[in-house]
Nanobody, 126 residues
Framework: QVHLVESGGGAVQVGDSLRLSCAVS????????VAWFRQAPGKERDFVGA????????YYGDSVKDRFTISRDNDKKTVYLQMNSMKVEDTAVYYC???????????????????WGQGTQVTVSS
C-alpha cells in the first residue's frame, strides 16, 4: 500500500522560498497520481498541484501558478513542492496525497485520493 511522509515545513517570511518533500513508497501502479493539498484553519482542503500519473504532467491551483513548482526524483522516491515568493495566504498545513486510479476531472478533489501523508505546517509571516 502507498505510504506518504511530508517534511520540510517551517516558518518563513513573505517573499521567501521553501521546499517541501514527500517521500513515497509502495507505489506499484503506473496510473498513480501524486498531489499536494493545503488546509488553512477554518477552511476546506484546497488543491495546490499534482503530477499526473506516470506522465509527470504538472497541474496547479490558481493561487499558486507561477510561484510553486512540483517535481519528482525517482531515485529518491520523493516528490517536491518548491514554493517561491511566498505570501501570508500560503500559511496552511500542507499534505501530500496519492491515488492509483483517479480520473483527470477529479484531480482537484481531495475526496478522490485514497492515500495521505500526515501533513507539515507552513507559516508565512510579514
Amino acid at each position: 500500500q502507498v505510504h506518504l511522509v511530508e517534511s520540510g515545513g517551517g516558518a518563513v517570511q513573505v517573499g521567501d522560498s521553501l521546499r517541501l518533500s514527500c517521500a513515497v513508497s509502495g507505489v506499484t501502479s503506473y496510473t498513480t497520481t501524486v498531489a499536494w493539498f493545503r488546509q488553512a484553519p477554518g477552511k476546506e482542503r484546497d488543491f495546490v498541484g499534482a503530477l499526473w500519473r506516470s506522465t509527470g504532467k504538472r497541474y496547479y491551483g490558481d493561487s499558486v501558478k507561477d510561484r510553486f513548482t512540483i517535481s519528482r526524483d525517482n531515485d529518491k522516491k520523493t516528490v517536491y513542492l518548491q514554493m517561491n515568493s511566498m505570501k501570508v495566504e500560503d500559511t496552511a498545513v500542507y499534505y501530500c496525497a496519492a491515488d492509483a486510479n483517479l480520473i483527470l476531472s477529479t484531480l482537484r478533489n481531495p475526496r478522490q485520493y485514497d492515500y495521505w501523508g500526515q501533513g507539515t505546517q507552513v507559516t508565512v509571516s510579514s
